[in-house]
């Protein structure tokens, strides 16, 4: 009995300080706040059940991440689309900095991107990642929201760190695009016109 008090308490601890950014993981991931708060309690509860397996000194919040992606792949493997087939290749990398330019946009100074993000704000910028797709959500999110490393998102989502890059490469892709539309539609900057800029 000691035993099991004395691990609970060693698992609340060490749970506190990840359960704020796993809510945020978890609505990002569920787009709901009951769904979000379900899968959190329900993976805390696995994490509880299976703390014996967390070896001590290891990343917590890498282990219970996941836990908590594995449970949300479980509930919605059914319902898993197929991942996106549109090629983001074309894309350039620095959309921002082109699209910028060509809107007549200063880009010799301050960064435009970062000018950006904050003139939309981080309710704008957290619209543009979610509107990403599931796939590239995912792993963006751990990556931009949860400071998670390469390796870490590697052994959250149990996929190779060449993945993690590729998806994380078109994600950045697509995020780049998304803002610069925010942008425009909350009148930040003027959308450019279809041909102007072209080369």
Not at 20 to 43: F, I, K, M, S, V
Request: glycine share 8%; aromatic share 10%.
């Amino acid at each position: 009995m000691k035993e099991r008090s004395a691990e609970l308490a060693a698992f609340e601890s060490q749970f506190k300080d990840v359960a704020g950014p796993a809510y945020g993981y978890a609505l990002r991931l569920t787009q709901n706040r009951a769904d979000a708060e379900d899968l959190l309690q329900t993976a805390a509860l696995l994490a509880f059940r299976g703390y014996g397996t967390f070896i001590p000194g290891g990343n917590f919040k890498a282990w219970f991440f996941r836990i908590l992606v594995h449970e949300y792949w479980g509930r919605h493997r059914a319902a898993q689309r197929r991942p996106s087939t549109v090629s983001f290749d074309d894309l350039p990398d620095l959309h921002i900095y082109s699209q910028a330019s060509d809107a007549g946009l200063p880009t010799d100074g301050a960064d435009p991107g970062a000018l950006l993000i904050q003139k939309l704000g981080v309710d704008g910028v957290i619209e543009a990642l979610d509107a990403l797709p599931e796939e590239y959500r995912v792993v963006s999110t751990l990556y931009f929201m949860q400071d998670f490393t390469y390796q870490d998102i590697a052994a959250v989502l149990e996929i190779p760190i060449g993945t993690v890059r590729s998806r994380l490469h078109r994600g950045r892709k697509m995020l780049q695009r998304a803002l610069w539309q925010a942008a425009c539609d909350a009148g930040i900057v003027e959308p450019v016109e279809a041909g102007e800029g072209a080369t």
